[in-house]
């Protein structure tokens, strides 16, 4: 996981189970870090793999690491527990574990005035990683409602929308039938992948050149779209779908010498720009993305409002690709270098 935090990968997933710690057959049970199958199925896949209270110090460490005190995670716990006494115990590693050297938490904790029917609080949206670092925390908890470890894990489930990946994604607009624009307007969309020995065994008819695999092709289609979590299997260093999920900024930018405003260009990713040059400004209103006839940065702003519109910047995949095709060959969007 260090290696997966040190190339910027900041939402990582740990599938945890409740099993014996002899083969996953015997001995007393453990919240257990593994691919395998819901209790259900007897968690066919677990055996030997390491346990939750010596996976997730990993992620402390490197969140305590010097240079690493501005980063937020978000941490998605699939839950394959179903057990009060797991809940109880993935609960106290939690506690014990995402702290700082001082003691004080690294948790965002779900607010408990909030807390829904089902007995658990849903993921707010709204909230940014700026709000995360101002309340002191780094870790954003999510997974399944299940009260008994509600206290630390938001509920994502209203708020969120997962999918295998599909051999038939397209790039915007065309994007994939499985969601809709609302969806992705609203919602995290998550698109996965299992190329694990479980799921081969399981489907062991599948093709060699598995036609639902994410290549860097597909996930910069999907990332095109608006899909902003991934579930990618065997992530390398150099993996090149890593710079297909990125979408704003271009390589190497914001350059200091390139400019102080930000410019989208003719490919659709942002380059810094001296902001006295003149462009078409980007105007949203209403999920509506707009331009101007070129002006200044500064002027930007006017000449936005004068249209019955706000001057904006993308905030996902989706509204990028949305501004680059009304301004194929460029536009200033609201965000300024340094």
Same mark, same amino acid.
């Given at each position: 996981? @260090?290696?997966q935090l040190?190339? #910027? +990968? *900041? $939402?990582l997933e ?9 083969l996953?057959l015997?001995?007393s049970?453990?919240?257990t ?7 259900t199925?007897?968690?066919l896949?677990?055996?030997?793999e390491?346990?939750f209270a010596?996976?997730l ?7 305590n690491?010097?240079g690493?005190?501005d ?5 998605y716990?699939e839950?394959n527990?179903?057990?009060a006494a ?11 574990v ?5 003691g004080?938490?690294?948790?965002y ?10 007995g658990?609080?849903?993921l707010p @949206?709204?909230v940014s990683?700026d #709000? +995360? *670092? $101002?309340?002191?925390?780094?870790v954003?908890l999510?997974g399944s409602?299940a ?6 894990v ?7 929308v997962e999918?295998g990946?599909?051999s ?8 994939d ?12 969309v998550?698109y996965f992948?299992?190329?694990?020995l ?16 994410l290549?860097p ?5 999907m ?7 991934f579930?990618?299997?065997q992530?390398l ?16 930018e ?9 410019l ?5 990713r942002?380059v810094?720009?001296p902001?006295t ?9 209403g999920?509506?993305?707009t331009v101007?006839?070129p ?5 930007a702003p ?8 706000t001057?904006?910047v993308?905030r ?11 301004a ?7 965000q300024?270098v340094g």
């Amino acid at each position: 996981m @260090t290696q997966q935090l040190d190339i #910027d +990968v *900041r $939402a990582l997933e740990l599938d945890l189970h409740y099993i014996p710690r002899i083969l996953g057959l015997l001995g007393s049970r453990a919240v257990t870090v593994c691919h395998g199958q819901p209790p259900t199925a007897y968690d066919l896949g677990c055996t030997t793999e390491p346990t939750f209270a010596k996976v997730l110090p990993e992620i402390a460490t490197w969140l305590n690491a010097p240079g690493n005190d501005d980063e937020v995670v978000l941490l998605y716990l699939e839950d394959n527990l179903k057990n009060a006494a797991a809940y109880a115990s993935t609960i106290s590693t939690l506690d014990q574990v995402l702290k700082r050297p001082n003691g004080s938490s690294l948790i965002y904790k779900p607010d408990a005035s909030q807390k829904a029917a089902n007995g658990c609080v849903p993921l707010p @949206t709204s909230v940014s990683r700026d #709000d +995360v *670092r $101002a309340s002191g925390a780094r870790v954003v908890l999510v997974g399944s409602c299940a009260p008994g470890w509600s206290g630390n894990v938001f509920d994502w489930n209203a708020v969120h929308v997962e999918s295998g990946s599909t051999s038939g994604y397209r790039d915007f607009p065309t994007c994939d039938a499985t969601y809709g624009p609302s969806v992705y307007a609203t919602k995290l969309v998550r698109y996965f992948e299992d190329t694990t020995l479980v799921s081969t065994l399981l489907n062991p008819t599948r093709k060699p050149v598995d036609p639902e695999a994410l290549t860097p092709a597909k996930v910069q289609a999907m990332t095109n779209c608006g899909v902003n979590v991934f579930g990618l299997d065997q992530l390398l260093p150099e993996d090149g779908r890593i710079q297909s999920t990125l979408w704003s900024w271009a390589p190497d930018e914001p350059s200091a010498t390139g400019g102080g405003c930000a410019l989208q260009g003719a490919d659709g990713r942002w380059v810094a720009a001296p902001c006295t040059e003149v462009h078409p400004a980007a105007c949203e209103d209403g999920g509506t993305w707009t331009v101007t006839p070129p002006v200044t940065f500064a002027a930007a702003p006017a000449a936005c409002t004068a249209i019955g519109s706000t001057f904006d910047v993308p905030r996902a995949g989706n509204q990028n690709s949305a501004l680059h095709a009304v301004a194929p060959a460029g536009a200033w969007v609201d965000q300024t270098v340094g």
